[in-house]
């Protein structure tokens, strides 16, 4: 992803695992995640808008029911194809030769790992709920594919018999892997053996 790049999702997170309570010093939490991705994240995906992924965390119980919360997780960022550009119909003359026209879409898509931590206390309006927030430190690689054709011409005008030199494929890979620190903050109830988490996080 691009260096300058700030995320900003809002992750709606399924946990599974064992409930934590007060009685357990470490408790261990696997997570499945989902949700919309907005602001400046769009722009390199396509103006594509979700990102789903998985955590494994691990919450130490401090005082009053307090916890200190570590989790190691892995995200994806689908991409939308966008294209570039197209070959038009026709074309009139150019003079240069050679003329190139290309029809070419673009694939993006990312992943990484991200390190979370997090200060987390319970809400005492509401028994099993929870705020929590924190830091996210993730590392990212963005993928951008281009395919398509490419057109070579003399020049002339597409009217013109035989002006067509060459017909190439497109096929380039493109990539960049980015560091970046962002704030996490959320809330959760807990219920059963599930928990439910809404966070929002740069």
Sequence with gaps: MPRSLLLRLAALVLATGPLLTAQEAVTYTFKLAGGPATGGLKNPLGNAGFTFGADLEAAFRLGSGA????GLGWRAFPGDFTVVSSIPFTY??????PTIYES?????????????????????????AY?????????????ETDTGTQLVTDGRASTVSGNVLAVNTIAVQRTSTTLSAGAMAGAGYAFGDFTLELNLWT
């Design 67 to 70: 916890q200190l919360v570590a």
């Design 92 to 97: 009139a003359a150019t003079g240069v030769n």
């Design 104 to 128: 070419r879409v673009r694939k993006p898509e990312a992943q990484g790992w991200q390190l979370t931590g997090l200060y987390r206390s319970p809400l005492p309006v509401w028994t099993g």
């Design 131 to 143: 705020w929590q927030a924190g830091l996210r430190i993730g590392s990212n690689r963005l993928t």
